[in-house]
Each structure stands twice: as structure tokens, then as C-alpha cells.
């Protein structure tokens, strides 16, 4: 079974940055968007920001609204598409396994509707970010 596969994690100090990539190729299901989700220590797993194939509209938790990015490759396809998420003045509670996520979504995500598992379709195996205080 094709997953995205996660790259980019790392350990970094408070205020830093890090960028996560997100490769799905050969995937045949239907899918319309990509998202990241993150599980942070103790916590339940939460999504963090999806964004709608070649059509560029984006949705983010509050918590890292101004401080992370999602965008795709310019030249993505259905047959291989790679997502990014730039993630800038990293906190320690942003200390996470983070999770890419394929899914046929709403082009616009309504209170964080795009992160309901009905709408997901394939995971990763997720990548790990330390942020050190």
C-alpha cells in the first residue's frame, strides 16, 4: 500500500526553524488534499494544517497560525505530489511526531473540518521534531 512519506524532522532549539517534506507518488486513490497532523507527547494526535492540491487554499490550527507554512511543489501531479511545511519560531510545546496525511477534502476547511479522519485517506509514518527550551 502506497503512503506519503515524511521527511525533514529533527531537533532544534526554541525559536529556530525546520522544514518537513511530504512525498506521496504512486498513490491511485482519489485524494484532493494533503495535511500534516502532529502527536505530541502524552497527547492525542491533532491536525496542523492541510492545504488543497493545485489550488493552493490552506487551513491551520490556531496554535501555529503565523508561524507554520504549508505549500506544494509547483510541478506536483496527481501521480506524485510533494507537500512542504515550514515550520519558523519553533516552541517547545511544538515537540511532536508529525503525520502527512492524504485525503479528499472540502476545498475550504470549515473549523478544522478537513482533520476529521473521514475525509483521510493514506498516512505516513510520521518524522519526529524536538524543540529544545
Known amino acids: 500500500q502506497v503512503q506519503p512519506v515524511e521527511s525533514g524532522g529533527g531537533s532544534v532549539q526554541a525559536g529556530g526553524s525546520l522544514r518537513l517534506s511530504c512525498e506521496l507518488s504512486?498513490?491511485?486513490?482519489?485524494?484532493?488534499?494533503m495535511a500534516w497532523f502532529r502527536q505530541r507527547p502524552g497527547a492525542e494526535r491533532e491536525g496542523v494544517a492541510n492545504i488543497y492540491i493545485g489550488h493552493g487554499s490552506t487551513y491551520y490550527t490556531d496554535s501555529v497560525k503565523g508561524r507554520f507554512t504549508i505549500f506544494e511543489d509547483v510541478g506536483n501531479t496527481k501521480a506524485k505530489s510533494t507537500v512542504y511545511l515550514q515550520m519558523t519560531r519553533l516552541k517547545p510545546e511544538d515537540t511532536a511526531i508529525y503525520y502527512c496525511a492524504a485525503g479528499l477534502t472540502p476545498r475550504f476547511c470549515h473549523e478544522g473540518e478537513c482533520f476529521l479522519s473521514q475525509y483521510l485517506r493514506a498516512w505516513g509514518v510520521g518524522t519526529r521534531v524536538t524543540v529544545s527550551s
Open positions: 504512486g498513490y491511485t486513490g482519489p485524494y484532493n488534499s
